[in-house]
C-alpha cells in the first residue's frame, strides 16, 4: 500500500503590519477550501521594496496572537528574521523547498499584490517552486473576495483614535493599545519602534 501524499504547504507572508480580520479570513478560506495543506504565515523582517514597517518582534507576536485562532494546522515563523537582507519571495521559497523537498508549496498572495508581480525578485522562478493561490480583494466577479481592507487603513484610523475592533482580532487591539503601536506623538511608540 502507498502512502499518502505529503501535505501541501501554503505560504502566506506580508508586513502584516498591523495583522487584520481580512488576513484571518483568507487564511480561513485556504484552510477551508485546501483541506491537505498546512499553511505558514511569514512575516516579512524587511520590506523587499524599502518600505518602513514596525519591527518584526511587534508584527510576530501580533501574529502569533492573530492566528492562534486558525487551530493547528496554521504556523506563524520567524523564518524570514532569521535570515539577512529584505524578505524576497523567491529566497524564501527556496529555502522551504530544501527543508520540504516533499511537500508541494503553494503561494497564497493578493490580487492587488500579484498586479505588481513586475516588482518582484525573479517572479518566473516562483512560478516554478510554487503553485499561486490569489485571493482576491475588493468587490468583483469571484467565488471569494476579501472586503478591501489594508493595514495601512488600519494605522490611518488607529492614529486618528478611530476604532478598530470590527478590524482586527481583539488580540491584535490588545497589543496595540500595550505597546502603543502606530501613535502619532513622539516616543509613543510608533512605527519601527523596538520596545
Not at 43 to 49: G, K, M, Q, S, T
Not at 63 to 77: D, Q
Not at 92 to 105: A, D, N
Not at 135 to 141: Q, S
Request: hydrophobic share 40%; with cysteine.
Amino acid at each position: 500500500m502507498s502512502s499518502p501524499p505529503a501535505r501541501s504547504l501554503t505560504v502566506f507572508g506580508g508586513s502584516f503590519d498591523p495583522p487584520h480580520v481580512c488576513h484571518l479570513l483568507a487564511c480561513t478560506w485556504i484552510l477551508a477550501t485546501h483541506p491537505t495543506t498546512e499553511v505558514l504565515v511569514l512575516p516579512a523582517a524587511e520590506h523587499p521594496l524599502g518600505k518602513e514597517i514596525t519591527s518584526f518582534p511587534h508584527r510576530f507576536a501580533m501574529c502569533k496572537a492573530a492566528f492562534a485562532v486558525c487551530g493547528p494546522r496554521v504556523e506563524v515563523s520567524d523564518l524570514e528574521a532569521r535570515r539577512p537582507g529584505p524578505s524576497y519571495t523567491i529566497d524564501t521559497l527556496r529555502i522551504l523547498s530544501t527543508l520540504h523537498p516533499e511537500r508541494p508549496l503553494i503561494l497564497a498572495v493578493g490580487s492587488d499584490v500579484l498586479a505588481r508581480q513586475t516588482e518582484w525578485k525573479d517572479f518566473p522562478a516562483i512560478l516554478k517552486l510554487a503553485t499561486l493561490l490569489v485571493l482576491p480583494r475588493g468587490a468583483g466577479e469571484t467565488p471569494f473576495f476579501l472586503p478591501d481592507l489594508s493595514s495601512t487603513l488600519i494605522r490611518n484610523r488607529l492614529r486618528s483614535g478611530d476604532s478598530l475592533s470590527d478590524l482586527v482580532p481583539a488580540e491584535v487591539l490588545a497589543y496595540l493599545t500595550v505597546h502603543h503601536l502606530y501613535a502619532e506623538a513622539s516616543g509613543g511608540g510608533g512605527v519601527g519602534d523596538s520596545r
